[in-house]
């Protein structure tokens, strides 16, 4: 079972087999937020969470490579969970390019209603057209985004844009004022509106209002050429950069999703292993245990019933109430152990301790801890008394387990007995705590378990 502090160790496969540790999360808040994000990205996939409160539906699992270098993910990791649940980066542009659209919009109809009360226009009649079509634009354009956003970049909205922008060009030539630009910066607008569409939409309003510029030039218009050049190099220059600067947002937002989808099968996973870890340590902790003892007294009828029966009770308890009885605290949850393992193994635990610290997901690795080191004690030491001290002090617990028996070599221990590696130390390590094992062959072992409950 993930315990609700505990710190999951987040692996991630590399090529070749190897393993690559990217960083560390709190264990059932990380799984948590990891399923639920990765659920609201992918119904349809089932996303596996064990722990604590876990939110309805998120129960399921999921196998996914790691798309790009760990060391990189891990970096960019804390910088991308704040940005999650962000607005999509495509509906952002959407709403820019709406409102770059009404600001042109409204600019140009500022202009040309400037130029119609200055009376010098000769033709003012284009004037008119060209400001009621840029009214009448914006609020279509408004209203079609209400409904829909994506209207914004349509093709047949940009196609207007591109129009209209065009119908702009000349309309003061049209108008009879030559020298009064009044349709401001919305081509320009309209050449980066067309960007968000796609490659192919920016490409032809740069050449459309490109050659439109062009052909506004009179023969022998010097200043003219040079005004139409400028405005040829602005939309062609213009393009080029709306897309280049569009195509790197999208491609660091197809990153940023990644890396985020990564990171939560990554945990997802860390997670999984956990638990597969916890599982296989309570059972060697438990049930294997309580074989072996049944398997040294198969000529007990009584007493095997007995211990078939408290370890029934023992499985039923930590399958369906989520753990063991460990009292209040660790105090009470050591004489709880001690009394256990003497009735068991008939050895003497005594159990001294000082000051005490409140039941917790910590303390109860802990207490585990303590119970496999206590057993292996009276299993394998060949003395008849335990000495187990405790003390709380200073935001830490400490607790030394000691035996005057034959001791042994721990680098000699084989890496496939778990008593030690996985009942003792894993469980310690995986809660931020440490185990030293302090022992010798033919003078006793201390274990030292120390944690911040």
Known sequence: MVSAGAVVEVVVEVGGGGEVVVGSVVGVHAATTSAEAATRRSPGRRIRCTGGSVPPGSV????????????????????????????????????????????????????VVLALASGTLVRPVHGWILGGAAVAWGLASLAGARRRLDVVTAR?????????????????????????LFYGGYPLIVVA??????????????????????????????????EAASQVITYTVG???FWWVLEVLRRSEGERRAALEAVADARARA????????????????????????????????????????????????LFEGGSASGDGLAEGLRAIGAEIED???VRVEV????????????????????E???????????????????????????YVRDRGRGFDPASVPADRRGLAESIVGRIERVGGRVEVISTPGRGTEVRLEVSP
């Open 352 to 371: 001294v301790t000082v000051g005490d610290a409140p039941f917790s997901p910590t303390v109860a690795a802990l207490l585990a801890a303590t119970r």
């Open 156 to 180: 047949g909205s940009v196609t207007v844009d591109i129009v209209l922008a065009g119908y702009a060009l000349f309309a003061p030539r049209l108008a009879g004022a030559p020298d009064q």
């Open 239 to 241: 393009a080029a950069i």
């Open 193 to 226: 509106v067309a960007a968000v569409r796609s490659r192919k939409a920016v490409t032809a309003a740069a050449a459309v209002l490109s050659g439109l510029s062009l052909a506004r030039l009179a023969v022998g218009d010097v200043a003219g050429v040079v």
């Open 344 to 346: 068991r193994h008939r």
């Open 60 to 111: 399921g699992s999921t196998e996914v490579l790691i798309p790009q270098d760990p060391n990189t993910l891990h970096r960019r990791a804390s910088i991308l969970d704040r940005l999650a649940d962000g607005d999509d980066l495509e509906v952002a542009f959407r709403r820019i390019a709406l409102g770059a659209r009404l600001v042109g919009l409204g600019w140009m109809t500022v202009l």
């Open 373 to 399: 080191a206590i057993v292996n004690a009276a299993r394998h030491s060949g003395e008849q008394e335990v000495a187990v001290f405790a003390e709380v002090a200073e935001g830490r617990a400490t607790v």
């Open 271 to 318: 997670a999984r292993a956990e638990e597969r870890a916890e599982v296989a340590t309570h059972l060697h902790d438990s049930v294997l245990q309580t074989l072996a003892l049944i398997q040294r007294r198969a000529a007990d009828a009584e007493e095997v019933a007995a211990l078939a029966r408290s370890q029934e009770r023992e499985l039923r308890r930590w």
